[in-house]
């Protein structure tokens, strides 16, 4: 009976990996069998694609990849929808320049819709009159030169409260913890900048603390629906769908609340709402949609989705590029005392920092371009999707393709960078390349259209945060551990972070023995 049972198994498998061998053979020659020319892809398999071949960290597989099948441009098939990944300069220039109109758009994804007001946060927004407008006014109230010098007040302060919490781990003979540290401080600014006040304390601090976690755990989780429509059921099954929709509903009630006290707020005192009179990104928006004088409507969502482009694209990734600098100097004792050196003989004892004084600081801006360089906060640019048919380096790129530019492929990139795994800051001393003079290399804020719009804002807490710690601290590893034993793994959640918080020991340094 068994036997007969096995028999007819073992028949019944033959005959259906012959089916599958067939179809298989089949589904790879007739994708590659049209008149048209598409980029080198690896084979795929029917209904997933390529999906087989990424793994958790989508960067590295994207680039072990592009090694074999096509190192400047490549088409995945991530379940049904062609992925063009793009892992050199010169393909990079071709999509963000060359043929920038033509990939301006993202992809209108269920995900996307769910949790960004249907598609009005400007991050996702689809390329037109909304999205310009929308970024304008981004830019106009939040991220402008002129507003960035505003929020010095303010970003003082909080940096102020980080450096007391670092004296007070050495006076307890604790290792600092900079990861948190720097997470809660580029929190602390960017919340204040764009809401008037913070969201640590009680029961709602708890709540945002919640609701940001579970965000960054669905945008960071594989969405079927979006690439194998037929396995949609695999997200309601494991609960992701309806993770996706609560997300959404909790992180629009807290919004609201925010937008609710405003208003009462700015009702009451016909000031300004935040303690330092600045006015914040969210009186702002009320203003901008009160004069009414654009020409997009700006409804409740709206300015909740603009809130949340605000927030999310500024702080993971601006506290992602803190960790990582402070973990490279403590690698490379050399740099970190070069560095030291130079911001303490600009600053000469002096307590505060002017910008001026940052202006000076080339070797400290060095530092920052090489630890994104090696560690970018987003290592995959947000996704591009193709608004019509065009041709791209002699390749036919169909309408409807997603473009996933691999930038940390590309500022890793040996034909580009010399020793391209190396920590070395003074490439850039001698180079003409920074994030605003750049040749499509250093893609850390991305480019074109659709380019980073908040690198000030970024680099004035960068910069100042880097500056302020550097001078008022000696910097080491904690008792017992060498560089051979800080792990360099990354987990990735709205950026891309250290895997295992660092560590280290400042020694506050006396300001008036300069
Ligand atoms: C170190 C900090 C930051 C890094 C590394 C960074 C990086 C990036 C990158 C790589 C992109 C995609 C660009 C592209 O597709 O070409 C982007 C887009 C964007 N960033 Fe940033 N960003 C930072 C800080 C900020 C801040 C502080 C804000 C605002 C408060 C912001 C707002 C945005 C927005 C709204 C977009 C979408 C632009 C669009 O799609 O048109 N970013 N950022």
Known sequence: MWSFIAQVSIYGLTLFLGAFLVFYKWYNSSSSSTTKKLPP?????????????????????????????????????????????????????EIMKTHDIAFASRPNTRMFRAISYNLKEITVAPYGEYWRQAKSILTLQLLSNKKVQTYNGLRE?????????????????KPADLSDLFSSLTNDVTC???????????????????VLQEFSEVLGSFYFEDSIPQLAVVDRLRGLSA???????????????????????????????????VETFIEGLLKVQKEDIIGITIDADVIKALLLDAYVAGTDT??????????????????????????????????????????????LKAVIMETTRLHPPLPILPPRVARHDVNVMGYDIAEGTRVYVNVYAIMRDPKVWEKAEVFLPERFLESSIDFVRHNFELLTFGAGRRGCPGRVFAMAINEKVLATVLSKFDWSLPQGVTPKDVDMNETFGLANHRKIPLLALGKPVPMNGW
């Open 243 to 277: 993770k996706v929709d609560r997300v959404a509903v909790d992180f629009d009630e807290f919004l609201q609340g925010v937008v609710d006290e405003t208003i009462i707020k700015v009702r009451n005192n016909s000031e300004k709402i935040s303690e330092d009179g």
């Open 192 to 210: 204040m900048a764009t809401f008037g006040r913070t969201y640590n304390e009680g029961e709602i601090g708890r709540k945002f603390k919640k």
């Open 41 to 93: 892809s690896p084979p795929k398999l029917p209904v997933i694609g390529n999906l087989h071949q990424l793994g958790a960290s989508v960067h590295h597989s994207f680039l072990s990849l592009a090694r074999r099948y096509g190192d400047s441009l490549m088409l995945l098939h991530i379940g049904s929808v062609p992925s063009l990944v793009v892992s050199s300069t010169e393909a990079a220039r």
């Open 157 to 173: 302060k909080i940096i102020a409260e980080c450096v007391d919490k670092i004296t007070q781990c050495f006076l307890s003979n």
């Open 318 to 363: 601006s506290s992602s590029v803190l960790e990582w600098a402070m973990t490279e100097l403590l690698l490379h004792p050399d740099n970190l005392k070069k560095v030291q050196d130079e911001v303490r003989s600009i600053l000469h004892g002096k307590e505060e920092i002017t910008d001026e004084d940052l202006d000076k600081m080339i070797y």
